[in-house]
């Protein structure tokens, strides 16, 4: 594949972790998790920002007509569809455009990480749906910091930020918590899928649900208008603002 100049030169830290066996069960779990919380959400537009390998078939699933992607990196051969250049902080998108906005991992290795999510508030339309997945330090998960030799490779070189920080900060923006799901009680020597973790799974969501390691929260931007909204858009608006450039097609046919 052709390197192409305007893509950004670092990879995305998470792609080589998620093709490990401990990263693919990890993101195997993410994926049900985006296909639950995106169910029952229609609109044109999914814009997915960053990991852009992994969603695929999950987003495959959704109602939404068109997916959308701002990779961290070079878009892989199995990352197919609509793909535009941009910064998580300046979405290169017109303002309340977006149906749904996948942020998987993404604010763990920002420095501004309210800058984007002022932006995804911004181009989200209004009951529009961000789903957020994220790693919780205050977490069994968060201790394969201390043992593991590649603790400063992903995903535990990020900045982890705690889900009720984030929720605060959405709650600024005038977002309203629908949904905040939690996994990976276990710690992460042990695999999530055997037979101890799953029961280790199963204690965690009922006895102790605000210590795993993986949250996926998904939130709907709430306004304050001065007549009724409606809640379904009759007419598709203007992906991009003003005279920006059409993004281009990687591939052929949706994700």
């Avoid at 030169?9 to 792609?15: F, G, K, R, T």
């Avoid at 985006?34 to 609109?43: C, D, P």
């Avoid at 420095?111 to 209004?126: C, G, K, M, N």
């Avoid at 695999?191 to 210590?211: K, N």
Wanted: glycine share 8%; aromatic share 8%; proline share 9%.
């Amino acid at each position: 594949m052709t390197r192409d100049p305007l893509q950004p030169d670092q990879p995305d830290p998470l792609q080589a972790w998620y093709r490990s066996a401990l990263g693919a069960e990890v993101a195997n779990h993410e994926g049900d998790c985006v296909r639950r919380l995106l169910a029952n959400t229609f609109g044109y537009y999914l814009v997915q920002i960053g990991s852009s390998e992994r969603f695929g078939e999950a987003l495959a699933a959704s109602r939404i007509r068109h997916r959308v992607l701002l990779p961290g990196a070079l878009p892989t051969e199995a990352a197919q569809g609509l793909s535009i250049v941009g910064e998580p902080g300046a979405l290169p998108l017109a303002s309340d455009s977006i149906d749904a906005v996948l942020l998987p991992h993404v604010l763990e290795y920002s420095d501004s990480p309210r800058a984007i999510l002022a932006e995804v508030e911004r181009v989200l339309i209004p009951e529009g749906r961000l789903i957020l997945l994220g790693f919780d330090p205050l977490s069994l998960w968060a201790l394969g910091r201390l043992w593991r030799p590649a603790c400063r490779r992903a995903p535990w070189n990020g900045r982890w930020r705690l889900a009720v920080q984030v929720e605060h900060w959405l709650n600024e923006l005038g977002f309203e918590i629908e949904v905040c799901e939690r996994a990976l009680f276990c710690p992460p020597i042990v695999s999530p899928t055997g037979s101890r973790c799953r029961t280790v799974e199963l204690l965690g969501r009922r006895f102790w649900p605000l210590f795993g390691g993986l949250y996926a929260i998904r939130a709907v931007k709430r306004v304050a208008p001065l007549t009724p909204i409606k809640p379904y858009r009759a007419k598709r608006h203007a992906l991009l603002p003003g005279s920006a450039v059409r993004p281009t097609t990687r591939g052929t046919g949706h994700v």
